[in-house]
């Protein structure tokens, strides 16, 4: 068993919720100390309670438990951060801004930082979007993880610290509903789909955005947090590529298995934001770096997905 404490802010969430059990399998549960803003079932290790702008409490957590790594997860996700920008903004970026200096002052090198597609904006090339390229993001969430990886940089060759970061496209997975995204459609369809066979889309039939399996989202992030730490060079956030497909093409794939699956397209706000991202992306620098591949197309998310979903809901 490694020798690390590893502590994880917004375990809660959607990717969380995963990778705190993935760490723990390979730590092992008292070595992985989950936390959120509220209270959450894990019963599987500790939790504890950290409002991330609670400097006091982080400060008092990474001493009690001796943690060795931070994997910062908490954030306001895109299509809630337009309600309350100045709040995104907060929780976002000068909570970030907190933790490396706290992580500085406490020499804890090691942290892992999520950023997202939100980066990219209307002068980004849509597709295949290559790792150093234009970045204006049109979402504070997009801004302040923008921010975020130029901060992370700074930490990095200032102080050399060893933080790392993928931008990850839509996340699809069974295991929790997510909270705010602006591809969460690709999460709720399925749950639609099982339960009344019937789905109202926020965004238009043809919105081709990338996205991610859960399992193949939880195996880049811990592959990245293994590799030497030689052979990683990019140090604001690598590009992480799943497939691209837009809502029409998920539909489809979901009618093979329930063939009487019906759609209506109403979009609204989230239709504009996840216009300035990017249709595809080009992630040859997390394959060159550090291996990453990946393993599941639209037509084995789909059959997994309504799997695991059916299992879960008899």
């Known amino acids: 068993m490694k020798k690390e404490r590893i502590l994880i802010t917004g375990a809660g969430g959607q990717i969380g919720t995963v990778l705190t059990q ?4 390979t730590y092992g549960a008292p070595a992985v100390i989950a936390s959120d803003i509220k209270r959450i079932d894990h019963n599987a290790g500790p939790f504890v309670v950290l409002d991330i702008l609670n400097r006091h409490r982080l400060e008092e957590i990474i001493d ?15 299509a809630n951060g337009e309600w309350n920008p100045l709040k995104t903004w907060d929780v976002n970026l000068n909570a970030w ?9 406490k020499g804890i090198r090691k942290i892992f930082y999520p950023s997202t597609i939100a980066v990219f904006g209307a002068t980004t ?9 234009s970045l204006e993001p049109t979402t504070v969430y997009g801004i302040s993880k923008q921010t975020g990886e130029l901060w992370a940089n700074y930490y990095v060759q200032k102080y050399q610290m060893d933080i790392r970061s993928v931008r990850y496209p839509g996340i699809i997975g069974y295991q ?3 909270q705010g995204g ?6 709720e369809i399925f749950h639609s789909a099982l339960k009344d066979q019937h789905y109202t889309c926020y965004l238009s039939r043809n919105k081709h955005l990338p996205m991610l399996y859960m399992p193949d989202a939880i195996r880049a992030t ?37 063939p009487d699956f019906t759609i209506e397209y109403k979009p609204d706000f989230r239709d504009e934001i996840a216009s300035s991202w990017s249709h595809s992306i080009d992630d040859s620098c997390a394959r060159e770096d ?15 997905m309504l799997e695991k979903l059916s299992q879960i809901n008899t």
């Open 125 to 133: 090339p849509k597709e295949y979007t290559p790792q150093h390229t």
């Open 97 to 105: 801004i907190m933790m490396l200096e706290v992580c500085r002052l």
């Open 22 to 25: 993935a760490l723990r399998e």
């Open 182 to 187: 602006t591809t969460d459609y690709a999460v």
């Open 176 to 178: 929790s509903m997510p």
């Open 222 to 258: 811990l592959e990245l947090m293994e590799a030497p730490e030689s052979s990683l060079s990019v140090r604001t956030s690598y590009n992480l590529a799943g497939i691209s497909f837009s809502p029409e093409e998920i539909f489809n794939e979901i009618k093979k298995s329930i």
């Open 64 to 78: 009690d438990y001796k943690i060795t790594q931070i994997y910062h997860l908490a954030a306001i996700l895109s």
């Open 290 to 304: 550090w291996g990453w591949k990946l393993e599941y197309d639209l037509s084995k998310i789909t059959l997994d």
